[in-house]
């Protein structure tokens, strides 16, 4: 029976155990997996805690439909009935920008009435469509592209929120073609991303006429789903499928050393495990550390993957001491216009259950790429800063029942410039070590989807 060992238990880890389990069985391959984490608890940034009657995600609050990875793991593991789809208001989102949030538009006419978006801005993202292509391979920062295509209001007020809202990066110094691959694909297929959405808004239209099963034409934005539980159930479905047996907690990988026969070393404490084959599953800093020993070369890549800090503060207020209207997913902040928040979600509004019955949970999200330097601030200072934003924002002024403040040291691996040679190289000098495996957010992407994914594509790997 093949021995596999599987380092860091956050969804990577169980989602690439659990696929070696199920690929294997249906390969009828002997294989044992056991999954070694650091904490007392399975998840990493997983979470999902009940704080005096609320329901308070630690990391993340759902993932997007628009993709399958996730939805088909849940199937696999039975869970599909509990799949708790967000509110459909939860589709409104907003940009806080010169004293007033505005609604994010959905379509052509939204956008020209729009409030957010300057007339003259509307113009320079109208032209987008004559700007030519570039053809250069070399990769190239978010924020230049946004600039060189829809121009610098475009990226203050909708590219630099959204870059904040899923990677808490600063577009200054992420990669597009890691970070957004399907934007970087758009202006090399169809020579820009106006042109792009005529293209395919006229494709979509003739695949209807034909009768075809089609999606939206820029591509389906998916519905924000969890469970009622929280994300928390996928961790405990994935858990229970992989056995408890199988997972060992409070297990922190020091080591990994290959021995003359090829088996690989695990050490953690004063336990020394033996396997076949090794995944690691752990953020890329912590990997580097562990392979040291191994390969000097491949823990220095390793470590050029740096991550952005996040705090993450849920506050419970009574519904009567809210007057704003907080029918939508929440807000994020357009560029400059806070020192320290990255936006707020109201997530009582997205989810149903997440607050008690007359109460409204929201969650800020601090620090990022762009301000690191709350991570200094004691949890008193860190209330007062979110508390004064949310009078700025929604007018509240009332101190909430409920605050809880979760830090992120190392929350989200930052994309840079050059991300996709740099993975490339990690993986091509892994792969020079039989049996040695490297997956998790840090590679090819952050969403729970992506994560998902890699850990299909890592399985077949092992057992291939
Ligand atoms: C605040 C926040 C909000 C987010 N929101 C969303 C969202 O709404 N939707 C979405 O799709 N994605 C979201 N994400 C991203 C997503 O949650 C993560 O990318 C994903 O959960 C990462 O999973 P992972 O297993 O790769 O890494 P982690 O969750 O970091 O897991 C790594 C594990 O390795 C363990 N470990 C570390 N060192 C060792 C060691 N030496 N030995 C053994 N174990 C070790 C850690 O303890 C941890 O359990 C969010 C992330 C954060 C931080």
Redesign the pocket.
């Known amino acids: 029976m093949q021995q596999i060992i599987v380092?860091?238990?956050?969804?990577?880890?169980l989602a690439t155990a659990y696929q070696i389990q199920q690929q294997a069985q249906a390969q009828n391959l002997a294989v044992n997996v056991k999954v070694?984490?650091?904490?007392a608890r399975?998840?990493?940034?997983?979470w999902s805690r009940q704080e005096s009657g609320y329901l308070c995600e630690?990391?993340?609050?759902?993932?997007?439909t628009n993709k399958p990875q996730t939805l088909e793991l849940c199937q696999s593991l039975g869970i599909s009935e509990q799949l708790l789809p967000s509110n459909d208001n939860a589709r409104k989102r907003f940009v806080f920008s010169q004293g007033k949030l505005h609604k994010l538009p959905h379509n052509q006419i939204e956008f020209l009435t729009n409030s957010l978006i300057s007339f003259k801005g509307k113009l320079r993202i109208a032209a987008e469509f004559f700007v030519p292509q570039r053809h250069a391979s070399s990769d190239e920062t978010l924020a230049d592209f946004t600039r060189r295509r829809l121009g610098a209001e475009a990226l203050n007020k909708l590219i630099a929120p959204m870059a904040g809202g899923i990677f808490a990066g600063d577009p200054e110094q992420m990669s597009l073609q890691a970070c957004f691959p399907r934007i970087y694909q758009l202006e090399q297929e169809y020579g820009g991303l106006l042109k792009a959405m005529l293209r395919l808004t006229r494709q979509h239209h003739s695949d209807k006429k034909a009768g075809k099963v089609v999606a939206s034409p820029a591509g389906p934005g998916g519905v924000l789903t969890s469970f009622s539980g929280g994300i928390q159930e996928l961790i405990s479905a994935l858990s229970d499928a992989i056995g408890r047996a199988n997972l060992i907690q409070t297990?922190?990988?020091?080591q990994i050393s290959q021995l003359q026969n090829g088996q690989w070393q695990v050490t953690?404490g004063n336990e020394v495990y033996t396997a076949d084959k090794i995944v690691c599953?752990?953020?890329a800093f912590?990997s580097a550390?562990?392979l040291q020993n191994l390969d000097a070369d491949l823990a220095n890549s390793l470590q050029q993957i740096n991550y952005a800090p996040?705090l993450?503060v849920c506050l419970g207020y009574a519904q009567a001491q809210i007057e704003a209207d907080l029918n939508g997913f929440g807000y994020l902040f357009a560029r400059g216009e806070d020192e320290a928040l990255l936006g707020t979600l109201w997530d009582s509004s997205i989810f149903a259950a997440r607050a008690p019955e007359g109460k409204v949970l929201l969650r800020s999200?601090l620090g990022g790429a762009s301000h690191p330097q709350v991570m200094n601030l004691d949890d008193q200072q860190i209330q007062q800063l979110v508390q004064k934003s949310l009078t700025t924002t929604l007018g509240i002024k009332a101190t909430p029942e409920l605050v809880q403040i979760y830090r992120?040291v190392q929350?989200?691996p930052a994309y840079g410039l050059g991300h996709k040679d740099l993975v490339a190289k990690i993986m091509a000098r892994a792969s020079q070590y039989s049996g040695l495996f490297i997956t998790?957010?840090?590679y090819t992407g952050?969403?729970?989807?992506d994560?998902v994914a890699a850990a299909v594509a890592t399985a077949k790997q092992v057992l291939a």
Do not use: D, R, Y
């Open positions: 380092i860091g238990g956050g969804l990577s880890g070694l984490e650091k904490e399975f998840g990493g940034k997983a630690w990391g993340p609050n759902g993932f997007l297990a922190a990988v020091s953690s599953a752990t953020p912590a550390e562990m996040l993450v999200m992120h929350a989200i998790g957010n840090a952050v969403g729970i989807n994560c």
